[in-house]
């Protein structure tokens, strides 16, 4: 009995992994080889197991609800309202060409993989497999090319569609270089009327020459205006780089002159430019002009951690002998673990993991580095580095290591949070808020609250900041400690709920038809109108709940949270994007050209490839 049951158990187990691994299959197959499915249109995807459809038989397309791998609801609804219909089955359809260079094409771009691969024989030999009509007919690598042009052009095109609906947007911008090439990255940010955050990558562009402030602004300018955004961007958020702050300061618009300049200067003759020497004169100069400027709030914590703190270390001797030593021991056991097989393995042994070894691109390694030493105990620690033949570390510097990462665990949260996918600007301030309180419950933390202060000085006041942080239900006021500065954040919210309102004329008041000897006769009061209340709306979203949705209940309060809230507080979605360049740009794609380069990345980034597989998938076999 016992052996019966375990075989049982076994031969159900391989039945479930092979029902998982053939799962898309199944689903595919359920409306694939129902006789009936001509009968119904696709309409919208409602969860990962059921979807919805309409009835092409019911007057008025009846919308209906079933689920992927089943149709018994569509058949009981055939058997119930449409009896009396004389129904036709239809004959199998399988996949078509079109599907087929679709599904190879969502491969390829996904992967990241050579278009060559659609030439390569054993790949063609999977791909004929697919069941159609006549065999599927993948093209050759050139005419593939060519299809993969056509889709970007749709996906540029549908993009452009998109941010012109949109009326508040934000984008962020950095120069990647690599095989001694340069890169300008820009992506965009924005908040729909569902309230759902959009981002997509804008461009990935070769830019040649100095990187100096005005080349960035032209290449900023240009790919803004490409898509249409002049007037929209709320912000470019980039890092502290000198050639970036500078290019976004000088180039800022220039303001219109107040019209009572402009009336003064009514009666004045006009005075005339001769046309040649005024496009002599621009071109030489940055006439350009470019959003607001956020800087990396990740980049600025980062300069925090490794500048600021490493100064303020080496300025006392007592402090700097035991950091220097302590972390030159760290340095000198993270290089024999990595140079040496031997040297892992023993490691390894005793810390059960392996040794993290830290990078200059992110400080965030230097911290999880440091604490993956320390959770090594010392009377384990010494007798390894006997081992790999390196200094020991002694009491005090293993105790220096520990408040070092007790000191700087607060960073990297923070770090965390702005750095991600769905953090939005209003989460700036809590953030940085906290940040400062816990610090101040810390030992030896007065130099990284001076920094703090002193790097975000700009920012903790910024007007853009607080509406940012007041307008996301989940913070509000709730992350204000200062009454006072709680009733200027909620002034500065009423004063700018009043600026979102659409202008109210007094529509409200029913005119009276009546004579003029008649209005003589009677003497009426002046009724108060109904007009809006910028205070009530406020105090009511304060007082209500704290989910996204609320927004939906306060039009003006919504309009202001996509406008300033749809910036990220970090440039961390650009750092993504290079990080797939890097796989795309990859040693045996070395002889790419750049504009193929930049389109594969910006398919990738913004996965239009494999979206637009699926739509084209459910409209198929749905």
């Not at 299959?25 to 009968?39: G, S, V």
């Not at 980039?238 to 702050?245: E, K, L, Q, R």
């Not at 954040?489 to 029913?510: D, F, Q, W």
Request: hydrophobic content about 35%; aromatic content about 10%.
């Amino acid at each position: 009995g016992c052996r019966y049951s375990s075989a049982t158990a076994m031969v159900a187990r391989v039945s479930t992994i092979e029902n998982m691994e053939r799962g898309i299959e199944y689903d595919r197959a359920a409306f694939n080889t129902w006789k009936y499915r001509h009968y119904f249109e696709f309409d919208s995807l409602k969860s990962d197991k059921n979807i919805s459809v309409r009835c092409t038989l019911c007057i008025g397309r009846k919308l209906l609800s079933t689920s992927k791998n089943s149709t018994s609801n569509l058949s009981k609804h055939l058997a119930r309202c449409h009896k009396n219909v004389k129904l036709t089955e239809n004959p199998q359809d399988p996949l078509t060409d079109v599907t087929a260079v679709k599904l190879v094409a969502a491969y390829i771009v996904e992967d990241m993989l050579p278009i060559s691969t659609v030439d390569s024989e054993s790949f063609r030999r999977i791909v004929e497999k697919i069941p159609t009509k006549s065999g599927v007919k993948l093209p050759q690598r050139k005419s593939f090319v060519g299809y993969l042009e056509r889709e970007y052009d749709k996906m540029n095109s549908n993009l452009k569609a998109t941010l012109e609906e949109a009326e508040f947007v934000s984008t962020t911008a950095d120069i990647w270089t690599v095989n001694n090439k340069s890169f300008m990255g820009v992506t965009v940010h924005w908040i729909n009327s569902t309230l759902q955050h959009n981002k997509a990558a804008l461009a990935c562009k070769r830019i040649r020459g100095s990187h100096t402030y005005d080349v960035i602004g032209a290449e900023i300018e240009e790919i803004h205006s490409s898509y249409g955004l002049q007037g929209k961007v709320i912000a470019t958020v980039t890092d502290n780089a000198s050639n970036f702050a500078k290019a976004f300061r000088v180039c800022q618009p220039c303001h219109l002159e107040s019209e009572s300049e402009n009336e003064e200067g009514d009666d004045e003759e006009p005075t005339f430019t001769d046309v040649i020497e005024a496009l002599s004169a621009a071109s030489g100069d940055a006439q350009f002009s470019l959003p607001p400027h956020y800087r990396c709030a990740s980049h600025t914590i980062n300069l925090i951690s490794t500048s600021d703190v490493d100064k303020h270390l080496n300025s006392c001797a007592d402090t700097k002998a035991v950091y220097r030593s302590s972390i030159a021991k760290c340095s000198a056991l993270w290089t024999k673990a990595s140079r040496s097989t031997l040297a892992s393995e023993q490691v390894e042994e005793v810390s059960r993991r392996k040794l993290m070894v830290p990078t200059s691109t992110r400080w965030n390694s230097l911290y999880e580095a440091i604490s993956r030493i320390i959770t090594i105990p010392l009377n384990e620690l010494n007798p390894l580095c006997v081992k790999l033949g390196i200094k020991c570390l002694n009491e005090r510097e293993y105790q220096f290591l520990k408040e070092y990462c007790t000191v700087m665990k607060p960073l990297t949260v923070a770090l965390d949070i702005l750095q991600g996918d769905e953090c939005t600007y209003g989460a700036l301030l809590p953030t940085l808020t906290s940040l400062i309180k816990i610090i101040l419950f810390l030992v030896a933390s007065y130099c990284m609250l001076q920094a703090i202060k002193t790097r975000f000085d700009a920012v903790l006041d910024s007007q853009e900041g607080l509406l940012a942080a007041a307008t996301c239900p989940k913070f509000k006021l709730r992350w204000l400690r200062d009454e006072r500065r709680r009733e200027y954040v909620k002034e500065l919210l009423i004063t700018e709920c009043r600026k979102a309102a659409p202008a109210t004329e007094n529509t409200n008041v029913s005119q009276i038809s009546a004579s003029p000897a008649e209005m003589d006769f009677f003497e009426f009061q002046n009724q108060p109108t109904e007009s809006f209340s910028a205070e009530k709306e406020i105090t009511d979203f304060l007082r209500s709940g704290y989910e996204l949705e609320i927004l939906n209940q306060f039009p003006n309060l919504k309009k202001m949270y996509m406008k300033y809230n749809s910036p990220t507080p970090s440039s961390a979605p650009v750092e993504r994007l290079f990080s797939l360049g890097g796989l795309v740009l990859s040693p045996k794609r070395n002889r790419m050209s750049d504009r193929r380069f930049e389109k594969l990345l910006l398919m990738r980034y913004n996965h239009y490839v494999f979206v637009n597989f699926i739509y084209l998938f459910f409209a198929l076999f749905i």
